[in-house]
């Protein structure tokens, strides 16, 4: 029962990212006066239609995907409403407004979890627990390495990313001044084991207006960043491709979660959107960052990238992205059968 409870909210978090993005381009577009053909959710036949003023509405029987379907944008057209014919500004935002809403998505269930925790970690020093330490309660923590921090959960992500053979140095906000702790762990005992200690617990606040809107944002910024670094660890090598998941992966992940409690579950989802929304922007062809590179090109030289060459360019990206799609699936069913 459980394993088909996981598979059913895997379904509905998918769907309802899909569902927030779509409706980005959606909206924007209809504001911008560019005439939208079709908004479909899924992909393959449709099980359910609604014909409206001038959009189709259609629910499709294959949950992995959706659509916004614009006159003119993938050929061209003669209706002064397409999307061809459409001023690059207002391409442009309809092209970012996917992404956009998706990270929206990612606020709105940060400031949910927020809201249901009575108290909010600060990234800001609280007990000091040894005299060894060089912080001071009060200390504002703005820095790791040179990495800048926006959320305790960052301050304790970017420290973890230190090797332990690696001095950290923390820039921190004290009385009004900057300054620099260089090397600023010491080695204490733990369980018989030598670990690295920064001697102090962090800050924690009963929940308020303000450290409510400071923490929802700030964690917000930190999935962003959490996201942006996995990405740029995956393409300098830092972590291999194993470590990437599909639909079967998320599902995992999802039913991991959901042992731990709904906040776990929202977290997740929220992690998830926010990946999805960078992801999109990348500028790489079939993706909106790809489509936003084109768009640019036509508002810098004031002259558009031939239609012919930019589909080209486009199904490319899109087949390279099926097959490494496929590709994670696979590593993410055999990893499930051997675990």
């Not at 917000?220 to 393409?235: C, H, M, P, R």
């Not at 990348?282 to 036509?298: C, K, M, Q, S, T």
Request: neutral net charge; contains cysteine; glycine residues 10%.
């Amino acid at each position: 029962m459980s394993t088909v409870v996981t598979i059913l909210i895997t379904i509905l978090i998918f769907c309802l990212i899909i569902l927030i993005h779509e409706l980005g381009h959606f909206l924007v577009a209809k504001a911008s006066g560019i005439k939208v053909n079709e908004f479909s959710m899924g992909m393959g036949p449709a099980i359910w239609k609604k014909q409206g003023k001038e959009t189709l509405y259609a629910i499709r029987i294959f949950p992995i995907g959706g659509y916004v379907q614009m006159e003119g944008e993938d050929e061209n057209s003669e209706d002064k409403r397409s999307f061809n014919n459409a001023h690059v500004l207002k391409r442009i935002a309809v092209v970012l407004a996917g992404a956009m809403m998706n990270f929206i998505l990612g606020l709105v269930l940060m400031g949910i979890i927020t809201a249901c925790q009575p108290q909010v970690p600060l990234a800001e020093v609280g007990e000091v627990t040894s005299d060894q330490s060089v912080f001071q309660q009060g200390d504002k923590l703005l820095s790791v390495n040179g990495h800048g921090v926006v959320s305790a959960a960052d301050f304790r992500f970017q420290i973890q990313r230190v090797a332990a053979d690696e001095p950290l140095n923390v820039t921190v906000k004290r009385d009004g001044k900057k300054m620099e702790l260089k090397d600023a762990t010491f080695n204490t005992e733990s369980d018989g084991q030598q670990v690295r200690s920064l001697g102090f617990m962090l800050q924690v606040e009963n929940l308020n207006v303000g450290n409510f809107f400071s923490s929802t944002f700030g964690n917000t910024a930190f999935y962003a960043k959490l996201v942006w670094t996995s990405l740029a660890d995956l393409v300098t090598g830092q972590v291999s491709l194993s470590s990437v998941s599909g639909p079967v992966g998320v599902g995992q992940a999802v039913g991991q979660a959901q042992s731990m409690g709904i906040l776990s579950v929202l977290s997740l989802f929220a992690l998830i959107t926010i990946n999805v929304g960078i992801f999109n922007l990348l500028p790489f062809p079939a993706l909106d960052g790809g489509r936003f590179v084109f768009l640019l090109i036509e508002l810098i030289f004031r002259k558009p990238v031939k239609r012919e060459i930019e589909g080209y360019i486009n199904a490319a990206g899109m087949a390279l992205l099926l097959l490494l799609m496929v590709v994670i699936t696979g590593k993410d069913i055999i990893q499930l059968f051997i675990h």
